[in-house]
């Protein structure tokens, strides 16, 4: 079992950027892939970004794509996601996620996951 806590998110202005945190406890941190997913209200919840357990591996969603960079430090058992360039279609609740079925290669649906962070808000003004 694992546990994920989130951190980071807030309220910022198109064009801003914010530093999302999510650490990890209960199971060795470099042994499976991480990813983000967010959910707006009345929407489903959907793939941000996936990193492989050594950090070698990283896929986003085209929405993000040169915007957003995720990242790993297995020495604290974290994973973040930097989100750059903000815009307010970017606001939701954002989830970091466990993927125990993966190391070297990364899923995309929400189903391929174990665990699931709480989430943060990040809400991006016009």
């Known amino acids: 079992q694992v546990q994920l806590v989130e951190s980071g998110g807030g309220l910022v202005q198109a064009g801003g950027s914010l530093r999302l945190s999510c650490a990890a406890s209960?199971?060795?941190?470099?042994?499976?892939?991480m990813g983000w997913f967010r959910q707006a209200p009345g929407k489903e919840r959907g793939f941000v970004a996936a990193?492989?357990?050594?950090?070698?591996?990283?896929l986003y969603a085209d929405s993000v794509k040169g915007r957003f960079t995720i990242s790993r430090d297995n020495a604290k058992s974290t994973v973040y996601l930097q989100m750059n360039s903000l815009k307010p279609e970017d606001t939701a609740v954002y989830y970091c996620?466990?993927?125990?079925?993966?190391?070297?290669?990364?899923?995309?649906?929400?189903?391929?996951?174990?665990?699931w962070g709480q989430g943060t808000q990040v809400t991006v003004s016009s």
């Open positions: 996620a466990a993927d125990f079925g993966r190391s070297t290669v990364v899923a995309l649906r929400t189903n391929d996951y174990d665990y």
């Open positions: 209960g199971r060795t941190f470099s042994s499976y892939a």
């Open positions: 990193i492989s357990s050594s950090g070698g591996n990283a």
